[in-house]
């Protein structure tokens, strides 16, 4: 039961609070909803909002960590986990350079937790974010009726390690992705295939709403404010030079472009073996969660998984840019690993009728003011 899941979301969050001192607790807490604020999110390293972990002791921050976990499965956990430790490699794989206007741009410690309303109250929610991290739970009477975004990225997604093995965090997203791809036939791959260019970000990008047409976004725009001067003219470079890079054109952008109707090969059209495939997919992003959510978001995505569509744009091996779409209903699925050599991978699993709580907290808004 989703309860369960509240239930211990709460205890943690509640006693994350009581650790905190009135500065601290006044940077981490909101009012709810506070919508302006609890809908906004960032894959980037921006501010995210909410009290970073660096502003925080030892005991607070294992209390951050505890509070993460209750939102997660235990692979999922270590995953987000792997992920805030890539920060370092990415600053040695950059030569300790990168700023964005900050003491130290790549910076394992700014991971932001958030809490909107106070926990257990009805109803209330959290926030998880920092670069490559973005996660949002939304309580209502009890229930986890939210958990998404739900967004990990990984840069560099395949780093060395000492003997064999790569470290790969997102290594499930991205094989079963290309597996999936290589397993269609001509007609299959034609179908799927919605631009022979993938984008050099999401098409959804960090919009709170999807509407019809929506792009991917500029670099400039997906940070909690715009930069100015020769930091913002080289992210325009940046964005610039990736695109010219991949070959993308207005025709690309098009075809990749957000439609309500989904695009690419409807998921009937697949194999017994395909469909099989298409699930191992689905549930490296629903196996984030805990048993009980995972277990309650793939009832859903089965009850309409014949409506569900795979789009696919760029190359099907490894170390090709590619991007995948999985859509069908209210269920979006985002990837792309188009950037620093097809090494950086982004994937966001959204649900677009109740990501931050959608329908299920208007109607707890609506039952409320009837009463």
Known sequence: MTTNVAAAMAEAAS??????????????????PSDQERRLWFYTPTDHGGLPIAMMSPQ?????????????????YVTAAAIMGLENVLD?????????????????????????????????????????ISLHYTVVDGRVVAATPNFLGADPA??????????????????????????????????ATISSIPPSDL???????????????SLTDIWRRRFEGDLGRAMATTQSRADTDLGIEEPHLDALSFTHIPKGLISTKLTADQRELLWALLDCYLHRLPDELADEQKSKVAASFDFLHVAWAGGS???????????????????????????????????????????????????DHRS
């Open 92 to 132: 040695y794989t950059e030569g300790w350079t990168a700023g964005f206007e900050r003491a130290r741009g790549r910076d394992p410690l700014l991971y932001y937790v958030s809490l909107f309303g106070t926990p257990g109250d009805n109803p209330w929610g959290w926030r998880f974010g920092g670069h490559h």
């Open 158 to 191: 395949t780093s060395a390690l000492l003997g064999p093995h790569l470290h790969r965090p997102l290594a499930g997203v991205e094989d079963l992705g290309l597996e999936l791809m290589r397993s269609f036939d001509q007609e299959q791959h034609r179908r």
């Open 15 to 32: 006693a994350l609070l009581a650790l905190l001192d009135n500065e601290q607790r006044a940077a981490a807490t909101w009012p709810f």
């Open 203 to 217: 098409v959804g990008s960090n919009r709170t709403v999807l509407t019809e047409g929506d792009r991917p976004m």
């Open 60 to 76: 607070q921050q294992r209390a951050t960590h505890r509070l993460l976990a209750t939102g997660l499965s235990t692979a999922g």
């Open 317 to 367: 091996e490894r170390g090709q840019p590619h991007y995948y779409r999985l859509h069908g209903g209210d269920h979006f699925v985002e990837y792309d690993n188009t950037q620093r050599g097809a090494n950086h991978i982004h994937s966001v699993w959204r649900d677009l009728s109740t990501d931050f709580g959608g329908d299920a907290l208007a109607a707890h808004y609506a039952a």
